[in-house]
């Protein structure tokens, strides 16, 4: 492919050739394309609302509420846990300002101090507590998933962390 840019004289032109150094290559017929625009999106106001309505269903008769830091978990491990546990006991994972909607000004709401990071929420339906988390404890260790701990929980309207220390009544 040859350019003429300009006339020099009525005789000279200026003729630029493709160059050879692959850096400056360039084709016109095989143009790439722009890489794709990606935009992610927020979540929907309709979104967060069920979501909020969804932690306040699993709210009622609820025993207990913990937090369990759950980064590097794969989405075939909560499947895996989800399958695991009790039918008393239901796991989800939700925005902590979503969780926190729910809970705000109930005896639930102990439990905003653990509302940092990534957390999924295990919601326990049943007085026997140690039953409903057990598989939990298990899938832990058989995953080896010791630094993904409880965060946190609330029990009848007072916080428990990690380590013992108390939080006190909500």
Same mark, same amino acid.
């Not at 992610?40 to 609302?49: D, G, L």
């Given at each position: 492919?040859?350019?003429?840019?300009?006339?020099?004289?009525?005789?000279?032109?200026?003729t630029?050739?493709?160059?050879?150094? /692959?850096?400056?290559?360039?084709h016109?017929?095989?143009r790439?394309? /722009?890489?794709?625009t990606?935009?992610?999106?927020?979540i929907?106001?309709?979104?967060k609302?069920?979501?909020?309505d969804?932690v306040?269903?699993?709210?009622?008769?609820?025993?207990?509420?913990?937090?369990?830091k759950?980064?590097?978990?794969? !989405?075939?491990?909560?499947?895996?846990?989800?399958?695991s546990?009790?039918?008393?006991?239901?796991?989800? !994972?939700?925005?902590?300002t979503?969780?926190?909607k729910?809970?705000?000004?109930?005896?639930?709401?102990?439990?905003? /101090?653990?509302?940092?990071g990534?957390?999924?929420?295990?919601? !326990?339906?049943?007085?026997e507590?140690?039953?409903?988390?057990? /598989?939990?404890?298990?899938?832990?260790?058989?995953?080896?998933?010791?630094?993904?701990d409880?965060?946190?929980a609330?029990?009848?309207? !007072?916080?428990?962390?990690?380590?013992?220390?108390?939080?006190?009544?909500?």
């Amino acid at each position: 492919m040859e350019v003429s840019l300009l006339s020099l004289s009525s005789s000279q032109n200026l003729t630029l050739k493709p160059s050879t150094n /692959p850096l400056f290559h360039f084709h016109p017929s095989k143009r790439s394309k /722009p890489p794709p625009t990606h935009i992610r999106a927020a979540i929907s106001r309709t979104k967060k609302e069920e979501t909020v309505d969804t932690v306040k269903t699993h709210l009622e008769n609820c025993h207990l509420i913990a937090a369990i830091k759950y980064k590097g978990f794969t !989405v075939k491990q909560f499947q895996d846990l989800r399958r695991s546990l009790p039918e008393n006991t239901k796991l989800i !994972v939700a925005k902590n300002t979503l969780v926190y909607k729910a809970i705000e000004g109930t005896q639930w709401e102990a439990l905003k /101090p653990c509302m940092s990071g990534m957390n999924a929420w295990l919601f !326990v339906h049943t007085e026997e507590i140690p039953a409903a988390i057990k /598989p939990y404890r298990n899938f832990q260790k058989e995953k080896k998933l010791e630094e993904n701990d409880f965060a946190g929980a609330v029990f009848e309207g !007072v916080g428990y962390w990690i380590g013992g220390d108390f939080a006190g009544s909500g």
